[in-house]
C-alpha cells in the first residue's frame, strides 16, 4: 500500500495532476458505464423538461391549445394524471424486482460475478428509465391543474402523458419479451462472451490480417450455432456453380467466426460465397428446427439433472424423461437413415452433410443417463425395460449396440449397489420404475413368497 501510494504521488507531481484526478475521472466513468442509474436518472431529467416544455406551452396558450373535451375537466384530468404516476411507480418496481431476480437466477445458476454484466442491460435501464420519466412528467403536470374560476386544464401536458403511457405499455411488452430471452443459458454465456469480445478488441486493436475465403473454402463471419440449413438452396447454388459442396459444422454444432463453413470441390470460381453463406443460419443456441439429436439432449439433460448430487435427488422426473426417449427411439428403430449426400437430377454429388445414424443417437440417447442413473434402481429398471423392448422391434445390423447398453447397465448397477438382492431387483424390466413389475420380481428373488 505504501509503495503504491509513492509511485501514485510522484505521478501525480510529475504531470501536475491533481490528488487521485485521474482515479477519480475512472471511477465516476466507470459507475456511469456499469450502474443501474444512470439512464434511468437521465430519463426524470427529460422527463422533467418534458413537463416544464409543454405546461410553458399550455401556458402561452393560456391553457386553451387542447379542447377540454379531449382531456376533461380539471378532476379529471387530475385523475388521470395520479393515475398514470401511481402506476409508473408499479412498473418501475416490476422491472427492479424481475431484473434482481435474474441476478440472483444467474448468481445461483452461473457465477456472482455474473452481477456486473447483468446491470448493465441496457433495456431493462431504457426500461426503468421511460416509466420514472412518464412519473416524473405526470407528477409535475399535476400542480397546474386549478379549479379556481372555471377550472385549469394543461392540456398539452395530458396528452403528452396519454402518448408516453402507450410508449410505456409497448416497452414493458418488449422488456418482458426481451427478459424472456435473456433468462434462457446461452443468453447469459453470450451476453459474457460478446462483452469479452469487445473488450479484446478495445486492448488488442491490432487485429492482423481477418481470415478469407479462399477458392476452395467458405468462412463463418458470425459465431454462433448452425440451427438451420437450407440444403435445397445449397444444391442449387453448387449446381450453377458446377461443384460439391460440404458441410464443415453438423446442425447444432457450434462455430467460431472466421472458422470453415463449407468446403467446394470442383470449379469453384462461380460460386457465390455471400448466397451460399446465407443458407446456412446461425443462431444463439441450438433449436428443434432440424435439430433431431438438441431433442434427445433436452430430455437427457432432464434426467441428468434429476439424477445429479443435490439434496433432493429425483429419479421420477428421470424416468419420465426416459419415458420420452423410449418413444422416440421407438419410432427411430426402424426408419431408415440419410447418409447426407445430396445429388441433383443427373445424380452428380452437389451436398455433403455430416448426418448422424443409429448407433450415435443410441448413446446419445443412454450413455450419460446409465452412468448417472446405475445406482437408482427406479432409473435402472426403466432403462433396461426401454432397452429390452428396442432390442425385440430392432432390425439386426441394430441390436448389437442396444445389447452393450444393458451390458453396461448390469456393471454399473453391480458397482453403485453392492447388495445382490438390490443388484437383481435393480437388474429385473419395469416400464414404471418399481411398479406393477416389482411383485413379480420380488416372487422370482423370494422362494417363500412363490410358494
Given at each position: 500500500m505504501g509503495l503504491e501510494w509513492v509511485v501514485d504521488a510522484r505521478h501525480r507531481e510529475a504531470t501536475g495532476m491533481g490528488p487521485m484526478v485521474g482515479t477519480r475521472v475512472f471511477r465516476v466513468m466507470s459507475s456511469v458505464r456499469t450502474g443501474l442509474w444512470f439512464v434511468p436518472v437521465m430519463c426524470v431529467l427529460i422527463g422533467v423538461g418534458l413537463s416544464f416544455a409543454t405546461i410553458a406551452v399550455d401556458r402561452a396558450f393560456d391553457f386553451e391549445l387542447v379542447p377540454a373535451a379531449l382531456t376533461g375537466g380539471p378532476e379529471a384530468a387530475l385523475q388521470i394524471l395520479s393515475t398514470v404516476a401511481i402506476s409508473m411507480v408499479s412498473l418501475t418496481a416490476l422491472v427492479l424486482t424481475v431484473t434482481m431476480v435474474v441476478v440472483q437466477l444467474a448468481m445461483g445458476q452461473f457465477s456472482p460475478r455474473i452481477v456486473q454484466t447483468i446491470l448493465q442491460d441496457k433495456p431493462s435501464q431504457i426500461a426503468i428509465g421511460i416509466f420514472v420519466a412518464t412519473f416524473a412528467h405526470a407528477i409535475l403536470a399535476m400542480r397546474e391543474i386549478s379549479f379556481d374560476d372555471g377550472g385549469q386544464v394543461p392540456g398539452l401536458a395530458v396528452v403528452v402523458a396519454f402518448i408516453m403511457v402507450l410508449v410505456s405499455i409497448a416497452v414493458l411488452v418488449l422488456y418482458v419479451h426481451h427478459i424472456g430471452q435473456s433468462l434462457r443459458v446461452a443468453s447469459l454465456i453470450e451476453l459474457v462472451g460478446s462483452t469479452t469480445r469487445k473488450l479484446l478488441d478495445d486492448q488488442f486493436p491490432d487485429g492482423g490480417s481477418e481470415p478469407q475465403d479462399d477458392a476452395s473454402t467458405v468462412l463463418g463471419?458470425?459465431?454462433?450455432?448452425?440451427?438451420?440449413?437450407?440444403?435445397?438452396?445449397?444444391?442449387?447454388?453448387?449446381?450453377?456453380?458446377?461443384?460439391?459442396?460440404?458441410?464443415?459444422?453438423?446442425?447444432?454444432?457450434?462455430?467460431?467466426?472466421?472458422?470453415?463453413?463449407?468446403?467446394?470441390?470442383?470449379?469453384?470460381?462461380?460460386?457465390?460465397?455471400?448466397?451460399?453463406?446465407?443458407?446456412?443460419?446461425?443462431?444463439?443456441?441450438?433449436?428443434?428446427?432440424?435439430?433431431?439429436?438438441?431433442?434427445?439432449?433436452?430430455?437427457?439433460?432432464?434426467?441428468?439433472?434429476?439424477?445429479?448430487?443435490?439434496?433432493?435427488?429425483?429419479?421420477?422426473?428421470?424416468?419420465?424423461?426416459?419415458?420420452?426417449?423410449?418413444?422416440?427411439?421407438?419410432?427411430l428403430v426402424d426408419r431408415p437413415f440419410p447418409d447426407g449426400i445430396h445429388r441433383d437430377r443427373e445424380g452428380r454429388v452437389r451436398l455433403v452433410v455430416p448426418v448422424m445414424d443409429w448407433d450415435a443417437y443410441v448413446h446419445l440417447a443412454f450413455d450419460e443417463i446409465r452412468i448417472a442413473g446405475a445406482g437408482s434402481p427406479q432409473v435402472a429398471r426403466r432403462l433396461r425395460a426401454a432397452l429390452e423392448d428396442l432390442i425385440s422391434i430392432a432390425p439386426p445390423d441394430r441390436v448389437r449396440v442396444l445389447v452393450d447398453q444393458v451390458e453396461r447397465l448390469g456393471e454399473l448397477s453391480s458397482l453403485a449397489l453392492g447388495e445382490p438382492f438390490d443388484v437383481l431387483m435393480s437388474a429385473a424390466p419395469d416400464r414404471q420404475g418399481i411398479g406393477t413389475a416389482m411383485s413379480r420380481s420380488s416372487a422370482s428373488v423370494d422362494p417363500s413368497r412363490s410358494s
Open positions: 463471419q458470425v459465431s454462433g450455432v448452425v440451427s438451420h440449413v437450407d440444403q435445397d438452396r445449397l444444391v442449387r447454388l453448387a449446381i450453377d456453380a458446377d461443384c460439391t459442396l460440404e458441410l464443415v459444422p453438423a446442425i447444432g454444432e457450434f462455430i467460431p467466426a472466421g472458422c470453415p463453413l463449407l468446403r467446394v470441390q470442383g470449379e469453384p470460381s462461380r460460386l457465390d460465397h455471400a448466397a451460399t453463406r446465407a443458407a446456412v443460419v446461425v443462431t444463439l443456441e441450438r433449436t428443434l428446427d432440424q435439430d433431431v439429436a438438441y431433442g434427445f439432449r433436452l430430455l437427457v439433460d432432464i434426467a441428468e439433472r434429476s439424477l445429479a448430487d443435490s439434496p433432493f435427488l429425483d429419479p421420477t422426473t428421470a424416468v419420465q424423461a426416459i419415458d420420452r426417449i423410449h418413444d422416440c427411439l421407438r419410432r
